[in-house]
């Protein structure tokens, strides 16, 4: 197996250029949606199954600036989880762990049920009209395959988006967010070393997760999670309305009362 | 609380139709062998209904759901791994569970309806005999089963509402056997004939799954915290009346038949019906909002 490998998107250096949003729809020859306008500079809106790479901008009142507006630039794609919900609810096993410990939908073996689209907590799934499938972020494993960096990290003008060994890239996203600290920014952290067995996308935040549309660490759950609560709530419900029709089919009260007319 | 970004799958009306149909086929299967088992010899024409209702409403879902992939013609994905060509099971995923149970129902769901079909055939001498007993037991264990998987399917994924709640698998089998009671009398009605004479006891099962049914929305609505204001939007207002519907007007016309008087004998089992389209779609697209 080849090295894992994963992106760091430093968030205080986007600049909001879309770079990366344009290099991933010409290498994957994706033809995007309609243009719209939306808030802010953003026209993309969302990630889907053609926008792989999104720059997400938000809006902030300033402290001390009331009225005023600052913009946070973050460039968002799949976080290729290492425990991935998405994978863990396919049942067709079309959404797969590639050699360099992605998450890949194989696009031949994908049959568009959407499941995978309900447990993405993330909102990176989307389903593609035209083609039938679930579609997102392959991490650029074509390029990958032929040792190239994915699209989105090649054209990245500022290094927000940095591409390398996953090992690599955690050094590089804890030592920036030392830099960060030492520089008084204390609201620094890093985001994805925890969540879901770690992510293969780190990021740099200078706000709260949920801020940039990320669960926190404590809402990192799997769609499992729900699997023995519900099975237990249906077998007790399937005792009680079992009791309930056995009381009514062998009560010969019911019939002898009502006869047999229908209410 | 949890809080999770997932983008909705757009299931739409098949996957609501599915769950109502497949509802209808689980429960009646359930009931028949109920009444095929524990009733009285005159409930024979009743049991035979309902494993017919089960064989004919389960033919429906397979179509349904196919039609809602986005590769209909790789429906065989669910049982088949593509690649491997090895079977394709995950059992910590609903989808793929129901998948098999749904395929291998089918088999208990047709050899039940020829039995009851054609009761001097092959399969029905087989099915009359000591077999048979096992057969139905299994058969709606199945059954059951896929009344309720659906509820869990919802569940088992990160959607607000649906992974907020444990309750989904419950409510769908309790309003599933209560749709299956419903629509075993109303074609006895409408058809006449042996089967009609079972009603009261359907009706009277009935009453016990919709209540179980009501529980279960309290339950629901009380595991969803916050988030039941989505469900709770004006929007979904007149689905939620229809569902109050189906379930109030028929548990008051069960308890006192009285109030059942003079009104057409369809109304109940009709309006459980259609209470149980508008509870699905309710929480299928509720969760959207």
Redesign the interface.
């Known amino acids: 197996m080849a090295k894992a490998v994963g992106f760091f998107t430093d968030e205080t250096v986007c600049i909001g250029c879309k770079a990366c949003e344009v290099a991933c729809k010409e290498w994957n020859q994706l033809p995007g949606n309609p243009p719209e306008f939306l808030d802010s500079f953003d026209n993309t809106g969302?990630l889907?199954a053609q926008n792989w790479r999104h720059v997400k901008f938000i809006e902030k009142s300033p402290a001390g600036r009331p009225g005023g507006v600052a913009w946070t630039m973050m460039s968002d794609v799949c976080k290729h989880c290492s425990e991935a919900?998405c994978m863990?609810?396919?049942?067709?096993?079309?959404i797969i762990r590639t050699e360099f410990d992605t998450v890949y939908i194989?696009p031949?073996?994908?049959?568009?049920?959407?499941?995978c689209?309900?447990?993405?907590?993330?909102?990176?799934?989307?389903?593609?009209?035209h083609?039938?499938?679930?579609q997102k972020c392959t991490f650029c494993y074509d390029r990958l395959q032929n040792n190239l960096m994915p699209a989105c990290a090649t054209a990245c003008p500022t290094q927000s988006i940095r591409f390398g060994d996953l090992d690599e890239m955690r050094r590089l996203a804890a030592a920036r967010v030392e830099q960060l600290h030492a520089q008084g920014k204390s609201e620094a952290r890093v985001y994805g070393d925890k969540e879901y067995g770690g992510l293969h996308t780190l990021f740099v935040l200078t706000d709260k997760p949920?801020v940039y549309?990320?669960?926190?660490a404590?809402?990192a759950?799997l769609?499992?999670r729900?699997?023995r609560?519900?099975?237990?709530?249906?077998v007790?419900?399937?005792l009680?309305?079992?009791v309930?029709?056995?009381?009514?089919?062998?009560?010969r009260r019911?019939?002898e009362v009502?006869?047999?007319?229908?209410? | 609380m949890?809080?999770?970004?997932?983008?909705?799958?757009?299931?739409g009306w098949y996957i609501v139709g599915y769950f109502f149909f497949g509802g209808i086929a689980g429960g009646a299967y359930?009931?028949g062998t109920?009444?095929r088992l524990?009733?009285e010899p005159r409930?024979a024409g009743a049991a035979r209904l309902a494993f017919k209702i089960s064989f004919w409403v389960l033919l429906i879902c397979p179509i349904l759901l196919t039609l809602?992939?986005?590769?209909?013609f790789?429906?065989w994905?669910?049982l088949v791994?593509?690649?491997t060509l090895g079977i394709?099971f995950?059992y910590?995923?609903?989808?793929?569970v129901g998948?098999w149970v749904l395929t291998v129902f089918g088999v208990f769901a047709a050899g039940s309806f020829v039995e009851a079909w054609r009761p001097q055939s092959g399969i029905g001498r087989l099915l009359s005999g000591p077999l048979g007993r096992p057969f139905m037991i299994v058969g709606a264990a199945l059954g059951?089963f896929i009344t309720?998987?659906t509820?869990?399917?919802?569940?088992?994924?990160?959607?607000p509402v649906?992974?907020d709640t444990?309750?989904?698998?419950?409510?769908f089998?309790?309003s599933a056997?209560s749709a299956a009671a419903a629509a075993i009398?109303f074609v006895a009605?409408r058809r006449g004939g042996d089967a009609?004479?079972s009603?009261?006891?359907?009706?009277?099962?009935d009453?016990?799954?919709i209540?179980?049914e009501l529980v279960?929305l309290v339950v629901f609505f009380l595991t969803l915290g916050a988030a039941a204001s989505k469900v709770l939007a004006v929007r979904w207002l007149v689905l939620w009346l229809i569902v109050l519907a189906g379930t109030i007007i028929?548990l008051a016309?069960?308890v006192r038949?009285v109030?059942?008087q003079g009104?057409s004998?369809?109304?109940?089992?009709g309006l459980v019906l259609l209470g149980n389209i508008a509870l699905r779609a309710v929480i299928v697209f509720g969760a959207h909002a």
């Open positions: 969302q889907d919900s863990e609810v396919c049942p067709t096993n079309a194989q031949d073996v994908c049959n568009g049920c959407r499941d689209i309900a447990a993405c907590p993330y909102h990176v799934i989307g389903f593609d009209e083609r039938g499938l679930a949920e549309g990320l669960p926190s404590e809402s759950v769609p499992r729900n699997n609560a519900s099975y237990l709530g249906s007790a419900t399937a009680l309305a079992t309930g029709a056995l009381v009514a089919i062998r009560g019911a019939t009502r006869g047999e007319q229908a209410p | 949890i809080e999770h970004f997932a983008a909705p799958p757009h299931w359930v009931l109920m009444l524990w009733g409930d809602d992939l986005g590769k209909p790789r429906f994905h669910m791994d593509a690649r394709a995950k910590w995923s609903p989808m793929s998948a059951l309720a998987y509820g869990v399917l919802l569940s088992v994924s990160n959607q649906w992974s444990w309750a989904l698998g419950g409510l089998l309790a056997l009398a009605i009609v004479v009603n009261a006891k359907l009706f009277a099962a009453r016990y799954f209540i179980l279960l028929p016309m069960y038949p109030l059942a009104r004998p369809l109304l109940a089992p």
